[in-house]
């Protein structure tokens, strides 16, 4: 157990280093997130007294960069590049594992970033919205993993596509951590927080959806856009709600 929670800590933030995910990683994917929301949604709540909500928001979204190592932000960019544009299938695997950036996957990761601070400097400072937010992410996407079939032979997340490790007992684990982390956004925001859970499940299922029609099925860059994406929706929601 203590590897598949190294594993997956060092998957998705900074953390763990030199520990590599195994497939029963995937299985702490919302633990990861939890770890990266109480980071942040910590450092939100000390700002708060600051009485400069933007400035507040700005140092909050640069602590979850800084935390996660931007690696939601660069399958962001890859997967805009590789979705968006109107390219032939196996022009968007190029493109997408390609160093470059192009200018849907620039204007995707300005925007996403721009919004996500404007959002969360209209929230009032709560840890336990992000981290029932981060950890609602990370475990629909380790559902989709689960779910879906993975559009390449082999990737960043191919070690967690083991056929021998799948089945109804594992949705059945990762649908029960959705529901707690849904739980707590919930918690955060009564009655209201309910539009979030639905906003990351509704945004997530989009993206995979698309992803599905053009690639065949997922990439390790299309979870990292699908958590970002999702989770910067819901902020907007969130800042709509609380008004």
Partial sequence: MREDILGAVSFLTIF????????????????????????????????????????????????????????????????????????PRHRRF??????????????????????????????????????GLMGLSRALCALAIELFPYAKAEGIVSSFNESSHRGAGSV??????????????VASMPFRGAALAVTVLGVQAIILWRSGKLLGGYTGDVLGASIVVSETLALVVGALVQR
């Fill in 172 to 185: 059945g684990v990762l649908a029960a951590e959705a529901v707690v982390c849904t739980a707590l956004v």
């Fill in 16 to 87: 763990g280093r030199g520990h590599e995910p195994t497939n029963s990683s995937r299985y702490w994917f919302s633990f990861s997130g939890v770890l990266v929301g109480f980071i942040s949604g910590s450092v939100w709540w000390l700002l708060r007294k600051v009485h400069l909500p933007l400035v507040d928001a700005a140092i909050v979204v640069l602590v979850i960069l800084v935390v996660t190592g931007a690696i939601h932000i660069d399958g962001l960019a890859d997967a805009s590049d590789g979705l968006l544009a109107h390219l």
């Fill in 94 to 131: 190029e493109v997408m594992s390609g160093p470059e950036v192009g200018a849907f996957g620039v204007t995707a990761v300005v925007m996403t970033l721009i919004i996500m601070t404007a959002s969360l400097s209209t929230i009032s400072p709560d840890p336990l919205l992000l981290v």
